[in-house]
């Protein structure tokens, strides 16, 4: 059974950077992407980004597009900057293990962290 784990996660002031890792403790499989997300408390998980194993290519959330990166192949990073309050949640890796039309929707992955808190906090 593949398990997903993911470190890095804390307290930050408004402003402030942290990274993200996550990394498949055991099993293999095939990824063909990788994915963040993240669900704030009374709110639905939603996509942070993706990288797609096969070219490379990368897509993010409005939200967060120009302050944070998602890179990695073996070990799944998240780096954020420029933090604010509105990304205080749980942040959530998760991998497709097939190809997907559309890697923006929760039910597109396969396996799922067991998820990394992250408060932007003055």
């Known amino acids: 059974q593949v398990q997903l784990v993911e470190f890095g996660g804390g307290l930050v002031q408004p402003g402030g950077s942290l990274r993200l890792s996550c990394v498949a403790s055991?099993?293999?499989?095939?990824?063909?992407?990788m994915a963040w997300f993240r669900q704030a408390p009374g709110k639905e998980r939603e996509f942070v980004a993706v990288?797609?194993?096969?070219?490379g290519n990368t897509d993010y959330a409005d939200s967060v597009k120009g302050r944070f990166t998602i890179s990695g192949d073996n070990t799944l990073y998240l780096q954020m900057n420029n933090l604010k309050p509105e990304d205080s949640a749980v942040y959530y890796c998760?991998?497709?293990?097939?190809?997907?039309?559309?890697?923006?929707?929760?039910?597109?992955?396969?396996?799922w962290g067991q998820g990394t808190q992250v408060t932007v906090s003055s």
């Open positions: 998760a991998a497709a293990a097939g190809y997907r039309h559309d890697y923006t929707y929760r039910r597109s992955y396969d396996f």
């Open positions: 055991q099993g293999t499989f095939s990824r063909y992407a």
């Open positions: 990288i797609r194993r096969t070219n």
